[in-house]
């Protein structure tokens, strides 16, 4: 198991990213959440397999729902044990 923390930037925001990302989540049995920021950024934390995350990871870089991904930063961070997948 691991744990990534992601910030999504580009137009992710108001188009349907967030629930994509969250079914797509679900999908696969990852744990964690996704959240808009402030800044126009969208944050996901998942946790879960390497094999899984980086399926999610995949499905965030090809722009789900209708947004336009510019960039993705990665971070590995500790497990917190979360329960289900959710929009924050």
């Known amino acids: 198991m691991k744990c990534i923390h992601l910030i999504v930037s580009g137009k992710v ?18 744990n964690g959440y996704a959240r808009n920021l402030s800044d126009g950024n969208v ?10 995350i980086n399926k999610l990871i995949n499905f965030i870089k090809n722009n ?7 960039e993705v930063k990665i971070n590995h961070k500790e497990l917190e044990n979360f329960s289900g997948f959710e929009i924050k």
């Open 13 to 30: 925001q108001g188009v349907f990213f967030r629930d994509s990302t969250r079914r797509k989540a679900q999908e696969l049995g990852l």
């Open 43 to 52: 944050e996901v934390v998942a946790e879960g397999s390497e094999e899984k």
């Open 64 to 70: 789900p729902g209708h947004s336009k991904v510019k």
